[in-house]
């Protein structure tokens, strides 16, 4: 398949980056630091720090790591906390040091963590004192040696601070008790950090810059190892295809999505990190009427986040009350983008809802729609600038112009391989170097690709394919539905059969009307066999609907069985 470049979607995008631009991650943060030192970095429950207070208190972390707790390059440090001033200090100094990030959903499961900490062989851990409960439960199964420990509130200022702390932990109850002997603060360790001085270790390229735990396209949870190289590259090519959209020193990006996640690591934190941007740091993004009092203090010019997040907005009636005249850049990334959630985001905020495509692997730009485009397309974009994509089909082999196979990516910003995990690696690195995603779709005859569904998410009816995707997008079109997931379920007849999960928006919606309105607008062989309303979806923290979930909730069941509201047709 013949790659197509990128000059005739989006002027001013170069086809290639020059990735030797800078050695590292922080070749780049420094000299934001010096550029911008002046303007706001980031701003988080009503404090804002400038870039040369991040500057000096993440050099402080960075002498903290180095000269007290005596960490070596290439030692992994683990970080356990959701949006708070502490995460971009800590992650900075962890870089700075030399060493190597590996971020931690601070939702985990005990089990969860002790995996993860044992997997990467992290020496040293930054956690939220609302998660030390969990910690404290593994600790002494995994190689942590030190805890740096942190309350919300730390870095707001006195009286602030206290106010925060004591109204979260004996108010509201949201830290467990718990035991860890020879913690020590955050402040204490910026203090520390305060009296010796930075050994600044030469990075390149190659040196591992995080390690992000991820399923992957094969079921272990492992980490993916993203070298300096990866993120430089993928800073590179996002900021250029953003560049004519943004005035250096004068955006404000509003942080929702986690920065453990490497959407918000990337594309919020560093990127816009980059260009001088001030990042407004969400810590509950599930607070919707919170967050959009946050929203309200703010004239905001850009906002990423996933296809419910944006959902969950529009569906609060203040939402309509913001200011958007301000805004540029609406990203849509993690989860494919609905047509209904798009076309709704755009009718109320009069900007477009860009649609993005990647993954842990790719750092994660791998597609992008042009920035310029008005309306909603339904697909992920054009590869961004020194990335192949091509669509192979089961043997490896390239496919044509519009048939459907798996997605492929080759480019500086694929990982280096899974940690530790040279077999996993194997299974989806081709011997010509392109990353095999898992997910299947198409290029079309002007370059965009599609993607139609996860590989193993595919439902198989009576040898047909049906992509859960389409089902969803379809069921969303429904104005009365909030939510939907679709799966394939056992079928004696026809191997497989669809079942979808629907949310209600509107208590009026009937299992007649669903099905009706599913029966309207699908081929026979698509239509649902089963719907299920529920209250809620599972979802991972970032706002993905699990699906997984919903499958193995299935397989557990013998039959069908009835307690909450169902059909059949």
């Not at 470049?5 to 010096?34: C, H, M, R």
């Not at 599913?518 to 239509?527: A, D, F, I, Q, S």
């Amino acid at each position: 398949m013949e790659r197509r470049w990128l000059k005739s979607y989006q002027p001013g995008v170069p086809a290639v980056i020059d990735i030797n631009e800078y050695s590292s991650i922080v070749d780049i943060i420094d000299t934001s630091f010096q550029k911008f030192a002046d303007l706001p970095s980031f701003a988080n429950m009503g404090k804002t720090l400038t870039y040369s207070q991040i500057d000096a208190a993440s050099a402080q972390f960075a002498c903290f790591l180095q000269n007290d707790l005596k960490l070596k390059r290439g030692d992994r440090v683990a970080i356990m906390m959701p949006n708070l001033l502490q995460y971009p200090i800590a992650m900075f100094g962890v870089l700075r040091a030399g060493l190597i990030v590996v971020n931690v959903n601070p939702l985990y499961t005990a089990r969860e963590l002790e995996h993860q900490l044992n997997d990467s062989g992290a020496k040293a851990i930054v956690i939220v004192a609302n998660f030390a409960q969990t910690l404290q439960k593994v600790l002494h199964k995994t190689q942590i040696k030190h805890v740096v420990l942190t309350e919300l509130g730390d870095l707001l200022g006195f009286p602030k601070s206290l106010i925060v702390n004591s109204v979260v932990k004996y108010v509201k109850k949201m830290v467990p008790e718990f035991d860890l002997p020879g913690a020590i603060p955050f402040a204490r360790a910026l203090a520390m950090g305060a009296r010796t001085s930075l050994s600044k270790p030469v990075l390149t390229h190659s040196d591992i810059a995080f390690l992000q735990y991820t399923g992957g396209t094969t079921g272990v949870s492992k980490g993916a190892m993203l070298t300096h190289g990866n993120i430089v590259a993928n800073m590179l090519q996002a900021r250029a295809w953003i560049r004519f959209l943004i005035d250096e020193g004068k955006e404000t990006i509003i942080t929702a999505l986690p920065l453990y996640h490497i959407f918000s690591l990337t594309a919020n934190c560093l990127i816009f990190n980059s260009v001088g941007a001030l990042n407004v740091l969400i810590t509950n993004p599930r607070d919707i009427p919170g967050f959009i009092k946050e929203l309200k203090k703010w004239k905001f010019t850009a906002i990423t986040g996933v296809n419910t997040l944006f959902n969950a907005l529009m569906l609060n009636k203040d939402f309509t009350s913001l200011d958007f005249s301000h805004l540029k850049v609406a990203l849509g990334g993690g989860m494919a983008v609905q047509r209904a959630v798009a076309e709704r985001w755009k009718q109320l905020t009069k900007t477009p809802l860009i649609e993005a495509y990647g993954l842990t692997e790719t750092s994660p730009a791998a597609c992008i729609n042009p920035m310029h485009m008005k309306e909603y397309n339904g697909f992920i974009g054009v590869p961004v600038p020194s990335t192949e994509v091509v669509v192979k089909d089961e043997e490896g082999a390239d496919v044509d112009i519009g048939q459907v196979g798996e997605i492929c990516i080759r480019g500086p910003q694929v990982m280096k391989g899974y940690w530790e995990r040279p077999d996993e690696t194997a299974k989806v690195m081709t011997e010509d170097g392109f990353f095999r995603t898992g997910d299947l779709g198409y290029m079309n005859d002007d370059g965009f690709f599609k993607i139609v569904d996860r590989k193993k998410d595919m439902i198989l009816v009576s040898g047909f394919n049906v992509y859960p995707n389409e089902i969803e997008d379809v069921a969303m079109l429904n104005t009365k539905v909030l939510e939907a997931a679709a799966i394939g379920v056992p079928d004696e007849k026809s191997g497989e059969a669809v079942k979808v999960f629907v949310v209600k928006r509107d208590a009026s919606l009937t299992q007649e009307d669903f099905m009706t309105h599913m029966k309207e607008n699908l081929t026979g062989y698509k239509h649902p066999k089963y719907v299920e309303f529920r209250s809620e979806l599972p979802k991972t923290n970032v706002g993905k609907i699990l699906r997984k979930d919903l499958r193995d909730e299935e397989m557990k069941k013998t039959k069908r069985v009835g307690g909450q509201e169902s059909a059949h047709l």
